[in-house]
């Protein structure tokens, strides 16, 4: 059964960098679209931004669209999320979640439903944006 483990979050100040890492275990990366999710204090999981099993395709929030880049080693099993001029707004708990269908801001959304409704969010990363 895939597992999903966020890492690499931190406190950093306004318009500063963040590589966050998804590692999996228990099956292999490659099969998967994943995306990366992100829960602010007292809201909802929201989808950030997603990439295609093969790395081919990426989609993101326009939150975050020209900040964050998305990337994927299949060969490490493992999902970045490159975040840059981070903003205070991007501050909470980052998670990485394998999608239900392919990688658009649909199934980020559908996604976050689910995985939420079945309360199975994996261990997620702090990101805390503040000065």
């Known amino acids: 059964q895939l597992q999903l483990v966020a890492s690499g979050g931190a406190l950093v100040q306004p318009g500063g960098s963040l590589r966050l890492s998804c590692a999996a275990s228990g099956s292999s990366l490659d099969h998967y679209a994943i995306g990366w999710f992100r829960q602010a204090p007292g809201k909802e999981h929201e989808g950030v931004s997603c990439?295609?099993?093969?790395?081919?395709?990426?989609n993101h929030a326009d939150s975050v669209k020209g900040r964050f880049t998305i990337s994927r080693d299949n060969a490490k099993n493992t999902v970045y999320l490159q975040s840059n001029s981070l903003k205070p707004e991007d501050t909470g708990v980052y998670y990485c979640?394998?999608?239900?269908?392919?990688?658009?801001?649909?199934?980020?959304?559908?996604?976050?439903?689910?995985?939420?409704?079945?309360?199975?969010w994996g261990q997620g990363t702090q990101v805390s944006v503040s000065s």
């Open positions: 979640a394998a999608l239900f269908g392919p990688c658009n801001m649909e199934a980020l959304i559908n996604t976050a439903r689910t995985v939420t409704g079945f309360n199975s």
């Open positions: 990439i295609s099993s093969s790395g081919a395709s990426t």
